[in-house]
């Protein structure tokens, strides 16, 4: 299938700093695509190439089948929501939102019909007059959003759109723009550092690290099966447990860890003798009978509040901290400085050589 | 112990003395010695006899002989006409070349950029000597045409800074946004960089034009038979004699610059400290 967004081979350099290394990627009609990583990863480069603003030193970009590697950023069919907003302050809001329409010589009757079912699209319909500076945070990125949806570009562009936003405000504008998205069916390719937000919002997440994208995967494909130790301490809460593989079997790994042995699951298991991180999800740690397998013995040493859960911090026997994540039930949560035997499933626990 | 705190914080007598007392003092005397020649000037174009320095009683006999006098008229006319046509180009000039160097990468720009200010530094009888040897050298009449270019000369790197100034605090991800959403060169110009540069552009008209309109050592240099600028002419009835027409002449132009001041501030400052605010 072609795709609405494909980069073959791009590689972009500044000067001598390499901001992309060979990029190939393609991202799908009509998807919700989102470009995670923590700053200078290479997420923005990557947004600024599609729209334009910058030019591949290497390798081709196509929309929608396309090559615009050379082509200037006004002729690209996609569109740019800044995390800045970029409003024209000297432009009224419903100017602001006719603007592309505006350049591209739409006759007036058609353009303010158009402009004006793209803010009533984000609710901002009220007052077309009003300037930007006259609107608050959450507003303007809702013009903003009209601004971009209005020309219906086939490709929309998000740099850290909600970035600015307080966190109330943020989880409303995240489920809407999902919302939106799902409803006009347009590409969305999205910019955040974020974690949350992406396995809200997100089809799919290309997860970047160096200018280089390290996993692709689906939210929950990215959550449950990290493939990396960076992945699985970026995305989500994890727990790292030093240890060492004492028999590597078939699809099966013994690790010596938390002063006790674990069976893991693993494709490829590595020789024995290797030192490894075990990854575990908070959540997935149970507590276990004495005598369980794939368990150790820990001392509870803190327990956070977080509402919905708690968070249960165990010291255990070779000093190794183990956080478990349970509901809150309403039960009183256990004392500290209690012992108990946690469970770490074969399945649940992900090897990584160190 | 405490007394010798109290001691130690509180100012001395010299500070007392001086940062409150005499600031004050010396202020309103700075203040005096620049307003008194210009009010004692205002007062005198209202004397009824022929001195400028001993009073004889109110007139406006001095107004009527300047509204009279067909020579001042016509300095008057010529000098709003190469006020007007220099402030134009200095302007649209200036502009262009503030967007081309806060905007734009190209060999030469920090060059350009000082060169464009370099007149700021040069005695201005140098550029106007200057400027004659090269169009009598070029075989140019004198007039209007060598006149306006020489104002130009003078305004330029005032526009040109006052243009930059604002140009350079404008946000480019604006720029951006407007391509971003179809717009090219010319339109993101005309419809984004422009509206925003505009009251900077009219504050360096209007600099433009008042540098002109009251410039001497260019126009001596660079007026030919019949461009005799309003400050020339002043110049050359001085030599004749002071009389309380000059006094009533300088009146109404302080009325009218004055008018022009509040005329700007008025519409423009509003607007100028509510984009910045943003």
Redesign the interface.
Known sequence: MQGAVELRGVVKRFNTFTALRRMDLTIRQGEFFTMLGASGCGKTTTLRLIAGFELPTEGHILIDGQDVSDVPAHLRPVHTVFQSYALFPHLSILDNVSFPLTVRRVPRRQRLERARAALDLVQMGGFPDRKPSQLSGGQQQRVALARALVNEPKVLLLDEPLGALDLKLRKEMQHELKQMQRRLGITFVFVTHDQEEALTMSDRIALMRGGEIIQLDTPSGLYNAPSSLYAAEFIGETNMIPGRVVEAGAGRARVEALGGHFDVACSEPPAAGAAVTLTIRPERVTPVAANASNSAGGRLVDVDFIGTDLRLVYTMSDGTRVTLRRQNTGAAPPQVGQGAQLGLAADDLRLFVT | MSGQQAHRAGPGWFTRVFAHGLSGWVTLITYIFMLAPIVVLIAFAFNAGRSTVVWTGFSLDWFEVVWNNRHIARALQVSLIVAVASAAISTATGALAAVAITRRQFLGRDALGAALAAPLVLPEIVLGVALLVFMSFMGVTLGYGTMIIGHVLVSLPFSTLIVRAAASSL?L??E?????????EW??FR??TL??LMPAIFTAFILSATLSFDNLVMSTFTSGVGTTTLPLRIYSMLKLGITPEINALGTLLVVANVAILFLVMGRYLPLML??SR?
């Open positions: 946000d991800q604006l951006n946004a407007a391509a971003d959403l179809g717009a090219n339109q993101t419809m984004v509206p925003q509510k984009t943003r």
